[in-house]
T-cell receptor, first 116, second 112 residues
């Protein structure tokens, strides 16, 4: 069964460094998402991406964040200058249909980002 | 504004007994509702979803949930718990691609 994959599973970085989290969505899916979950808190929506541009973004997704689909398979989240509070589990998701409320989103296993 | 409340942070049941994980929501529109499960070190797996069709929704692994508009609830049930059901369960409400709200999660433990 097709699944969303994410690399790395765990990333440790120093405060102020740039990190890139990578995701490979399911191949025929059109809509891509990033979420994060700070330890002990709820899963929070960051951004959705469709047709090579950001479709929606939350207040969390400020100028230090960016997303890109550099080729036909990868979907990346870049954090330009990491802060301690960026430490969280980051989930990538994809859906087949373009962004309706009824869409099923398929999630990857997550990347745990630790900022020291 | 939409919100999701999972009423129990932790539920513990004996193997073979029923499971009830509670979820209440609020939404300005007719939402879609989902239950996801997360096993340790795994991604979020869809259990079932409600999208304004039948109010009783059957999912994978014997789980089902009933949408009750009058009670604004979408509780997850299973008649007989199995050890492999031990995991974290998330109730999710969606009004659109970016308007997705997760509940805080319920950790289900199964006693032998």
């Amino acid at each position: 069964e097709p699944e969303v994959t994410q690399t790395p599973s765990h990333q440790v970085t120093q405060m102020g460094q740039e990190v890139i989290l990578r995701c490979v969505p399911i191949s025929n899916h059109l809509y891509f998402y990033w979420y994060r979950q700070i330890l002990g808190q709820k899963v929070e929506f960051l951004v959705s991406f469709y047709n090579n541009e950001i479709s929606e973004k939350s207040e969390i997704f400020d100028d230090q964040f960016s997303v890109e689909r550099p080729d036909g398979s990868n979907f990346t989240l870049k954090i330009r200058s990491t802060k301690l509070e960026d430490s969280a589990m980051y989930f990538c998701a994809s859906s087949e249909i373009a962004g309706a409320s009824t869409d099923t989103q398929y999630f990857g296993p997550g990347t745990r980002l630790t900022v020291l | 504004a939409q919100s999701v409340t999972q009423l129990d942070s932790h539920v513990s049941v004996s193997e073979g007994t029923p499971v009830l994980l509670r979820c209440n929501y609020s939404s300005s529109y007719s939402p879609s509702l989902f239950w996801y499960v997360q096993h340790p070190n795994k991604g979020l797996q869809l259990l079932l979803k409600y999208t304004s069709a039948a109010t009783l929704v059957k999912g994978i692994n014997g789980f089902e949930a009933e949408f009750k508009k009058s009670e604004t609830s979408f509780h997850l049930t299973k008649p007989s718990a199995h050890m492999s059901d031990a995991a974290e369960y998330f109730c999710v409400v969606s009004e659109g691609a970016s308007k997705i709200i997760f509940g805080s999660g319920t950790r289900l433990s199964i006693r032998p």
